[in-house]
């Protein structure tokens, strides 16, 4: 087994650039999703695989990945930015795929 | 466009059966698979078990003796039965719809989720 482990919360300036980790042994095998959740809804896919964004997601959301560490960038965060956000990947077996990370807490300033 | 929509009681007494069921509709459930995932009260994620297009289920190892999720192609719908519930399992229930390729999976959509209590 593993875990994901996320920084509990990250702020950003209106109009920058922030990046949000998210890091576990399985990301060396397995790309991580990411999920946006804003208080009282659902979480919302952002970004899968490589570097892909569902229909619907503004292109200043985008995704990587190095070694162990996955991370999702916002480029010009907007006010409407500001969630918490959860990354998901499988466990180091590759056959559990619900290993989410704890959330991080985007604040933008 | 495909839309989940949960649906079960609000309201479970220690020890006792959970039971969920989330409506599919936009699309069938013959294909993808179909997961829960659940978060308690002001903490994270936490991912349940899915049933796949062709019956097959896999769950979290932490649930996995008091959990069943099974589906019913006739109503384009899946369920969750958690049994010897305690207050630890309060949480609001999410059905999402996964999708996966080589090397990577997404849960998207989401249904709206629904909040369960625990208590007697």
């Known amino acids: 087994s593993s875990e994901l482990t996320q920084d509990p919360t990250v702020s950003v300036a209106l109009g920058q650039t922030v990046k949000i980790t998210c890091q576990g042994d399985s990301l060396r095998n397995y790309y991580a999703s990411w999920y946006q959740q804003k208080p009282g809804q659902a979480p919302v896919l952002v970004i899968y695989?490589?570097?892909n964004r569902p229909s619907g997601i503004p292109d200043r959301f985008s995704g990587s990945s190095s070694g162990n560490t996955a991370s999702l960038t916002i480029t010009g965060a907007q006010a409407e930015d500001e969630a918490d956000y959860y990354c998901n990947s499988r466990d180091t077996s590759g056959y559990h795929l619900g290993l989410f990370g704890g959330g991080t807490k985007l604040t933008v300033l | 466009q495909v839309q989940l929509q949960e649906s079960g009681p609000g309201l479970v007494k220690p020890s006792e059966t959970l039971s969920l069921t989330c409506n599919v509709s936009g699309g069938s459930i013959s294909s993808y698979y179909w997961n829960w995932i659940r978060q308690p009260p002001g903490k994270g994620l936490e991912w349940i078990g899915y049933?796949?297009?062709?019956?097959?289920?896999n769950y979290n190892p932490s649930l996995k003796s008091r959990l069943t999720i099974y589906m019913d192609l006739s109503k384009n719908q899946f369920s969750l039965k958690l049994s010897s519930v305690t207050a630890a399992d309060t949480a609001v229930y999410y059905c999402?719809?996964?999708?996966?390729?080589?090397?990577?999976?997404?849960?998207?959509?989401w249904g709206q989720g629904t909040l369960v209590i625990v208590s007697s």
């Open positions: 695989g490589k570097n």
């Open positions: 999402a719809r996964m999708g996966a390729l080589a090397g990577t999976h997404w849960f998207d959509p």
């Open positions: 049933v796949s297009y062709s019956g097959n289920t």
